[in-house]
């Protein structure tokens, strides 16, 4: 689950859960019957005074800093938007621990999946210009891209993937990133994966996504990074935001990311999330989030002008897919639009929400409520332990019920923890005692091959084995662990420091190792690589 995570699963569900749980302790005032005429998305809902909003506005200041002190993240930016202003606008905490500089208003963080949902109104511009529908088929526009059947990858449209239910497993293509191949090597091969019923099964997929924002941008005659500045960015005045990871990093005011280090943080690895852009690779400040809330709340409405008609937008955030199935009659249902994550809370109110975060070092979360024209964006830059989502909640129990349901990082946090914890099952084991003996390199040494992850080489280095992987053949130095399996201790975003990932050959006693499997990258059973010489 060490993911690029989205509010549309399981923090969703969480969140609604949890407002469950803690419903009985709010006192809620007596509902007026609705007139009859009134469309039935719009009756029986509590009704919330404009000081109330106020009053929750006026407490984000000690909630930010609580947070930060609470957690000990190095820095974090809030946003709130109301009736189309932006109401709050504040940056806390620092951009990095080696340094002194603040986090402001315009410092750029790392967006993570929240790019979802921004990509999603850049699809949205381009459906409202009639260049793309949402059902338009992928291969209209990207011929050569391919599903595990002819006639799904015919029919799979740009809505069915932004929806993540194409029938790709969760998260396809994501360690095919890790290892260094790019976008269109990985949309390549993401027919060659297991995959579920077509239009039957909700799994979150980055690459899937990245295949429909591919094809909107190919419809459009330009590049992903270059439309989104001219649809979406550009109109909105959204100075420092942008598709592509090398303006983040040429940016003065930016959040480094940050993971943990002992009780306190460090500055991550800096990886780079260009291969899938449109799905997690947006950098952008609260500033310029606060502007893309309003225009969403909107309607596509930007100031005086309709930058996303209307008809175009709603199926983006409406339900389009069901998330997860209702754990008892009395819960609810969680449902995922076009990279929106759509809910129902407690008090009936519609909520769009989206988390992302990279286990490498970001963490944010927007939630909107569409009915009180109001939204929130927390940015921060450390790897997910819920800061982020607890501010937002904090916030919209105090604007909507004028009260905390319950503590929300103490409900987030141990739900987050799986998010950056090492990856493989001898974490944490010790190894054998007296084990047994390798084999000299030569049996182990070699070139090896696998359909989906491309070639592979063992080699012998000094004392000691490297395996090679992907298109660069990038160096995984090997400890021996017993007999013909060794150990390599990988640090990508889906397999987080302390990770520790089994390799073992078979040996044809004859010639050597026939083969190897790896363990992170066995997770769907394709980890194996035959000799092939």
Not at 234 to 250: E, F, I, K, N, Q
Not at 314 to 340: C, D
Request: glycine share 10%; aromatic share 8%; no cysteine.
């Amino acid at each position: 689950m060490h993911r690029h995570w989205t509010t549309a699963g399981a923090a969703l569900a969480l969140s609604v859960a949890l407002v469950t749980q803690a419903g009985a302790q709010a006192t809620l005032p007596a509902l007026a019957l609705p007139d009859p005429m009134t469309p039935p998305s719009d009756t029986m809902l509590v009704p919330v005074p404009a000081d109330r909003i106020e009053a929750a506005i006026a407490t984000l200041d000690d909630l930010g800093a609580e947070m930060l002190e609470r957690t000990g993240i190095p820095g974090l930016a809030i946003a709130v938007v109301h009736e189309g202003e932006t109401v709050y606008l504040r940056g806390f905490g620092q951009r990095s621990v080696d340094g002194s500089e603040p986090v402001d208003a315009d410092t750029v963080f790392l967006l993570a999946s929240l790019s979802k949902s921004v990509g999603s109104t850049v699809v949205a511009h381009q459906v409202g210009a009639g260049v793309v529908a949402w059902d338009t088929p992928v291969r209209d526009h990207l011929p050569w891209f391919g599903l595990d059947a002819e006639w799904v990858s015919d029919h799979v449209t740009i809505g069915d993937l932004y929806a993540h239910r194409s029938g790709l497993p969760d998260h396809a293509g994501d360690d095919l990133e890790d290892i260094g191949y790019g976008r269109r090597a990985i949309l390549e091969r993401l027919g060659m994966l297991p995959q579920a019923p077509f239009r039957a099964h909700y799994a979150y997929t980055n690459f899937g996504l990245t295949a429909a924002a591919e094809a909107v941008a190919q419809a459009s005659g330009t590049t992903w990074a270059d439309l989104s500045e001219e649809a979406i960015f550009a109109p909105l005045g959204m100075s420092v935001t942008s598709a592509r990871h090398a303006d983040y990093l040429a940016r003065e005011n930016r959040a480094a990311p940050h993971v943990r280090d002992g009780d306190g943080f460090a500055v991550s690895y800096q990886r780079d999330p260009d291969a899938q852009s449109p799905a997690g690779g947006v950098s952008s400040s609260a500033r310029d989030m606060g502007r893309w809330l309003a225009m969403v709340l909107g309607m596509g409405q930007a100031g005086e002008t309709q930058l996303i008609p209307g008809p175009a937008l709603q199926p983006a955030i409406s339900p389009q897919t069901i998330t997860g199935l209702p754990a008892t009659p009395a819960s609810r249902v969680g449902t995922y639009g076009y990279g929106f994550g759509v809910g129902v809370r407690p008090s009936g109110r519609v909520e769009l929400s989206h988390s992302g975060a990279f286990a490498l070092g970001a963490a944010t979360n927007y939630v909107m409520i569409p009915d009180l024209d109001l939204g929130i964006v927390v940015l921060t830059n450390a790897l997910p332990i819920g800061a982020a989502e607890a501010i937002t909640a904090s916030f919209m129990d105090r604007a909507e019920l004028g009260m905390d349901t319950r503590d929300w990082l103490a409900g987030y946090g141990p739900r987050m923890a799986p998010l950056s914890a090492p990856f493989g099952e001898l974490v944490g084991a010790e190894p054998p005692a007296d084990p047994t003996p390798q084999r000299e390199a030569e049996a182990y040494a070699g070139t090896y091959a696998n359909a989906y992850f491309g070639p592979a080489e063992v080699v012998a280095d000094e004392d000691r084995l490297e395996l090679l992987l992907g298109p660069d053949l990038r160096a995984l130095p090997l400890t021996h662990w017993d007999g013909d399996t060794f150990v390599a201790y990988p640090v990508t975003e889906n397999q987080p420091a302390g990770s520790v990932s089994r390799v073992d050959f078979v040996i044809d006693d004859a010639s050597g190792a026939a083969s190897v499997t790896v363990e992170h990258l066995n997770e769907m059973g394709m980890g194996t690589f035959d000799r092939a010489e």
